[in-house]
Each structure stands twice: as C-alpha cells, then as structure tokens.
C-alpha cells in the first residue's frame, strides 16, 4: 500500500499499454476517470516530456491527455537538470554501460533519464512496465533507479496502492 504522500511519475508506456491492450476508453471508462482523479489530485504526475510523447499521438489517448497540458511538470528545473548529469555522468562511467547508451540517454526528447532524474530529485516513485536488462546499450529504468536508489513499480502495482478498482 502506498503512502498517503506518495507520488506517482507515469512513464509514457503506462498510459500507451493500457490503451492499446488492457483498458481501451470504450471498454474501461473507469480506469481513465480514475487516472484522471489521480493526476488532478496531484498522486499521478505528468512530467512534460511524456505528455509530449503521447500527445504526438493521434488516438484517443492523445485526445484524452490534452486536458492535462496545464498540469504537467516542467521538466527542466535547476535541481533536475543536476541530476540528469549525475545520470549520465553514472552510464558514462560505468563498465557495463556502452558510449551508445550514454549518446542515446543525452538525447533531450528520451523521457527516461528525465523521469529518472524527477523522481530522484521530488522522491516520486516512477510508474514503467520496463524490465531490468544486460544491455550495453540500452540503458534500462529499473537498473539505474537501482543505482541511484530511486523508487520504481508497474502500473499495476500503482494501482493498487491508490486503490483503484476497475468495478466501478
């Protein structure tokens, strides 16, 4: 069970996933009403670099995020950005990282580092259905959260830490 104070960061395949697989807004209105409780009673947070990304999008998830514009989180404050290099200063430096992981990771448009940097900075828990990987060159949310002590979960998981149900 979450906290009462625990914040949620929501990575961009949290709200494409359920869309196109577990809760389309024809079938499980519910579900998107709850979001949407959550993210205006501030317990979801919208960075705005995931906003972005599902708003380029041309279905009813980009519709439905739009009415969050004003909400989003402005990404790139002091604090923020200091840690972003901290990140990548991480992947840099590290055995197990390649120099493609590091370039991937310093394109401003790939949320992840940014998420990361968020949640390490606010103490927000990411919100990703990534999975820890061996990878070289793909950097992984779950791994570098690890590192850096940051908290993470699944959607699911997210869900019911803020009680949602999908019978109503």
């Known amino acids: 069970m979450a906290s009462k104070d625990e914040i949620f960061l929501i990575d961009s395949n ?11 807004f024809d079938m499980a209105p519910g579900f998107w009403d709850q979001m949407k409780e959550c993210i205006e009673t501030g317990r979801i947070i919208i960075a705005s670099i995931v906003f972005d990304e599902v708003k380029a999008g041309s279905d009813d998830l980009s519709k439905w995020i739009d009415q969050f514009k004003s909400m989003t989180f402005d990404h790139k ?4 950005v200091i840690a ?4 990548l200063d991480f992947l840099r430096n590290s055995p197990k990282y390649s120099s493609a992981a590091v370039l991937s990771w310093s394109d401003i448009k ?27 060159n793909k950097p992984k949310i779950p791994d570098i959260c ?3 002590g940051v908290k993470y979960c699944d959607l699911f998981k997210m869900m019911r830490a803020l009680s949602f149900s999908l019978g109503r």
């Open 14 to 24: 949290t709200l494409v996933a359920p869309n196109q697989q577990y809760y389309p």
């Open 146 to 148: 690890d590192h850096f």
């Open 110 to 136: 790939i949320a992840d580092p940014w998420l990361i940097a968020i949640a390490k900075t606010y103490e927000y828990t990411v919100v990703t259905f990534e999975k820890s990987s061996n990878s070289p």
């Open 77 to 80: 404050d002091k604090d923020i």
């Open 84 to 87: 972003i290099g901290e990140i």
